[in-house]
């Protein structure tokens, strides 16, 4: 859905700006939820601060949490891992990020497609990153794997 090549000039302040832009993502399944993906080996606190290695055509991330060194795949992607180089900003080179997933929840139950979209902590630019086709799974169960 070529969805890397949207919205590269916009800029967010945080990562509530990310969601927003995820729902107004056009040329795409509509975005319904968007889900922040910090990381939850930290206790109540969610450090949001990741690196991210990401092969856009095939629709495969993993996320590192820069305060811990967590590696966490999206969905299946160490399934079909390609061995992408580590992403980074194209407005200014930094490679920390900010992530959300925007997902097409067509019928409020099963997810038919996920979009991951990244905030650089630098210059607050908002891109997208890869997407993914999912088979109708249940929300509960594509949660968990984001
Ligand atoms: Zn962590
Ligand atoms: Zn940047």
């Known amino acids: 859905m070529a969805l890397q090549h949207l919205g590269s000039d916009v800029t967010g302040e945080d990562?509530?700006?990310?969601?927003s832009w995820l729902s107004r993502l056009e040329?795409?399944?509509p975005v319904s939820e968007q889900v922040v993906l910090g990381c939850g080996r930290h206790g109540d606190e969610r450090p949001t601060w990741m690196y991210v290695e990401t092969d856009a055509a095939a629709g495969v991330?993993?996320?590192?949490?820069?305060?811990?060194?967590?590696?966490?795949?999206?969905l299946d992607s160490n399934d079909r891992w390609t061995h992408p180089p580590m992403w980074a900003c194209r407005g200014c080179g930094q490679s920390i990020v900010e992530l959300a997933a925007g997902l097409s929840v067509p019928d409020g139950e099963h997810v038919e497609?996920?979009?991951?979209?990244a905030r650089c902590v630098e210059c607050g630019r908002l891109s997208g990153l890869t997407d993914v086709v999912v088979d109708r799974l249940p929300l509960s169960q594509v949660l968990p794997g984001l």
Do not use: I, M, S
């Open 113 to 117: 497609w996920v979009a991951l979209g």
């Open 27 to 29: 040329g795409c399944p």
């Open 61 to 74: 991330a993993r996320r590192r949490c820069l305060a811990c060194a967590d590696v966490v795949p999206l």
């Open 15 to 19: 990562v509530e700006d990310l969601r």
